[in-house]
């Protein structure tokens, strides 16, 4: 999954341009999780801020991916009532790197698996 990720044209570039976007100015609104001063100063293992790239062997930056693994419910029947509580639970990973625009659009989501 994150190899096909990384196949598709601009991925890279669009994750770099949005993780290197400045920060809002202090007690300014905070639009995303890459905005917030915790983020911004967690440290990665080299003890550097793990949000700035850092040059990687070959010169050129490393690419920071941050996930997310999250579930939802949903009826397997679809909206049909049935007498008995059926829920499967879907289990999914997303690319928090993404612009929000980008970061829930199905081609960049990984099922991870269906719970019965």
């Not at 598709?8 to 995303?32: L, M, V, W, Y």
């Not at 550097?48 to 579930?71: E, Y």
């Amino acid at each position: 999954w994150i190899g096909r990720l990384l196949a598709i044209p601009s991925f890279e570039d669009i994750i770099s341009e949005h993780q290197q976007r400045s920060a809002p100015a202090d007690g300014g609104p905070e639009k995303d999780f890459v905005d917030s001063a915790a983020f911004r100063e967690f440290k990665g293992p080299d003890g550097q801020p793990f949000a700035i790239p850092q040059k990687g062997p070959g010169g050129s930056p490393d690419l920071r991916l941050v996930m997310s693994l999250g579930f939802d419910g949903f009826n397997p029947f679809s909206q049909r009532e049935t007498h008995a509580i059926v829920q499967s639970t879907a289990l999914y990973m997303v690319v928090l790197s993404l612009p929000e625009h980008l970061r829930y659009r199905q081609e960049y989501m990984f099922l991870v698996t269906i719970i019965p």
